[in-house]
């Protein structure tokens, strides 16, 4: 039976809320100190860049795998269960990345954290989606995903506070993260688990099978359509925005370009879109006209960055802004998936997808990475593989239900 007496504000919101914060700070901890850190590991700049890319992918790749395990479980075992076990996995790898001092030992500990950051947000989102009422539930998501998104502001102050000129103090940024993220295991005591998950928890309902996404067409369809969605996200930040400096160097940007700084601006107009777009498509009665706004600002923004030919950094960093504002739509393009599809393969969707789509900036890096050998021209590379991304985001848009007020109580068969 779904819950309908849970506020917007109640104890499962705001601890998810809090939860997803940790889990960005952590997330785009390193694209913020990628160079600090990479530096006084004793890198020279094309390592930095090479190597850079090399760990961000390994990471993804942990959450591409981490998103499968912790989905399935959530499933099985219960959606708290798995907010425990992930935040309990990724505090300690986030302390572990204090203690790196080679490339691999970075590399490893970035794929354990990302292992355990993939169950935090699709979880939160499953236990809140059913929790709140039809009526509330793209407000709370919403407002889950915009809090939790400003972690990576709130990464880029602690930077600015702990690093210093000599990159020295990037260990403690880790740190932090990892002491964060133990003490949000405090505040989950209070948390209940979601009624319509309990409801099949003794049942012979298959629970928890991700091979059934694949045995059915409209599934499979539904599925990959939820992934491609969010394709734009990590072409912004993670080759736009993490590779600013060197964009800014090849359209000769003047001024100093911090791609920390990019990402701080980025996530603070992210964390504004995700909570607006929220509301709007409670004003719009649908998501996907939302999502088409968003889509339409990024794509403006886009043709933007790469018209930055001769200007200033604040010029660029005024793009980050309309970057990030145009990528505010995380919350519902994972509410969207969630609604799709049943209780019994909603968590192991809502986690699979956010991670799927973060892991598809592996694939998205090798195209870019394939674009500046064919071509010869970095910032001509970087332009196309947008080009690319946008045609597929925007036909898997056209492809997807609507699912604005479903009833989320309902089974896969």
Known sequence: ?????????????????????????????????????????????????????????????????GGILWGVLGD???RLKVLFASIILYSLGSIANGFVHTVNEYAAMRFITGLG???????????????????????GTSLVAGIGLSGAVFAYFIRVKFVGADGE????????????????????????????????????????????????GKRFKKY??????????????????????????????????????????????????????????QWFKSRKKALWLFHIITMISIVCFFNLQG??????????????????????????????????IRATVATTVPNMARGSLNLVSLLFIYLQTSTGNYVKAGWITGVVVFIISSIALLMTEETFGKDLNYLEE
């Not at 802004?321 to 049943?342: D, K, N, R, S, Y």
């Open 311 to 344: 200007k200033t950094s604040d010029s660029l960093y005024l793009v980050c802004v309309f970057l990030g504002l145009g990528t505010g739509f995380w919350a519902i393009f994972v509410t969207m998936a969630a609604e799709q599809f049943g209780t019994n």
């Open 169 to 216: 103090g990037w260990r403690t940024c880790y740190f932090i993260g990892g002491g964060l993220g133990f003490l949000l295991l405090f505040l989950r005591v209070g948390v209940l688990e979601s009624g319509m998950f309990k409801s099949i928890e003794q049942t012979n309902v298959r629970k928890g099978n991700f091979f059934m996404l694949f045995t059915n």
């Open 224 to 281: 990959i359509t939820a992934i491609l969605i969010a394709l734009p996200n990590w072409y912004v930040i993670g080759i736009l925005i993490t590779f600013s400096t060197e964009f800014a160097a090849k359209m000769n940007v003047s001024g100093t370009v911090d791609p920390g700084k990019g990402i701080m601006f980025a996530y603070a107009a992210i964390s504004i879109g995700d909570i607006a777009i929220g509301f709007i498509s």
């Open 117 to 139: 950051l993939a169950g935090e947000l699709g979880a939160g989102i499953t236990l809140v989606s059913e929790l709140l009422s039809k009526e509330k539930r793209g407000i």
């Open 1 to 65: 039976m779904e819950q309908k007496n849970h506020s917007v504000f109640s104890l499962a919101v705001i601890v998810g809320a809090l939860g997803y914060f940790v889990d960005v700070y952590d997330l785009l901890l390193f694209s913020i100190i990628r160079v600090p850190s990479l530096k006084s590991l004793g890198l020279n700049p094309d390592q930095i860049k090479n190597d850079g890319l090399h760990i961000i992918n390994i990471q993804m790749l942990g959450l591409l795998l």
């Open 76 to 78: 099985k075992k219960g």
